[in-house]
């Protein structure tokens, strides 16, 4: 898994969800994931279509230019996103998920393999991962118990509130993970398009983690500690809304 070079380098995702948040953050190596996201249509084509092909209009009305592969993107039907709104699959990957967008979720951001929100009123950001790598672990190499696997294999992360539940009528994990004070935060887990994420030493993150025969869907919050009561509701409601299509 490739690493990010610093905690200071940005990505579009969270500065589109933590607009009122401009502190250092962290994102994938080399480049932000707006400036990967083009790129990674054509990389990640195994994943999703990449739309080449087409011939141009032959109306003489203004011209319209043929599909390619840095057009590929645009061409994936999407859903507004607002409150109410039922979104289906992940941005670029076709998989077998919807759910309905809760009120207090904006800003969405749809990074290929992600689907990402703001909640309004807080800090507070929260998104949905198709996840490729977990601790440079594949997800189809990793143990049942997430939780004890980042105990033992990350000493920098504090994993606490651990616990079981249901999403969607499948079994999920559930825990609290935040970056131990004076660490050196790295990569915790890629997306399966490529993006990797890492843990902001100020805002703790809950992770809900789903194992489904698609691969392994990850949801988690991330939010100042004054926040935490405030997006319990619209997390619950939000992971009630999952269905596995």
């Known amino acids: 898994m490739s690493q990010t070079d610093t905690v200071t ?3 579009k995702l969270h500065d589109r969800l933590n607009r009122g948040d401009r502190g250092p953050r962290r994102g994938r190596s080399g480049a932000g994931i707006a400036a990967a996201s083009l790129a990674a249509a054509v990389a990640a084509a195994v994943w999703f279509g990449s739309g080449q092909g087409g011939t141009p209009p032959v109306d003489p009305a203004p011209p319209v230019a043929s599909p390619s592969p840095s057009s590929a993107e645009p061409e994936v039907s999407e859903a507004p996103q607002t409150p109410g709104e039922t979104v289906r699959g992940f941005e670029g990957i076709t998989f077998p998920m919807r759910f309905v967008v809760p009120k207090g979720f904006s800003d969405p951001s749809t990074e290929n393999g992600t689907r990402g929100y703001s909640i309004k009123g807080t800090t507070a950001a929260a998104a949905a991962f198709l996840i490729g790598t ?9 143990p049942a118990d997430l939780a004890a696997h980042i105990r033992q294999t990350r000493d920098e992360l504090t994993v ?25 935060a790295s990569d915790l887990f890629c997306v399966r398009a490529g993006a990797c994420y890492k843990l902001l030493e100020d805002k703790p993150m809950d992770v809900t983690a789903v194992r489904t025969g698609q691969g392994l869907v990850v949801f988690w919050v991330e939010y100042a500690p004054k926040d935490r009561a405030r997006i319990q509701g619209p997390m619950q409601t939000w992971l009630g809304s999952v269905r596995w299509e």
């Open 160 to 184: 606490s509130n651990v616990a079981t539940s249901e999403v969607g009528g499948r079994p999920a994990q559930t825990f609290t993970l935040t970056q131990k004070p004076g660490t050196a």
């Open 9 to 11: 380098e940005l990505t």
């Open 134 to 142: 977990f601790t440079d672990v594949p997800t189809s190499d990793l």
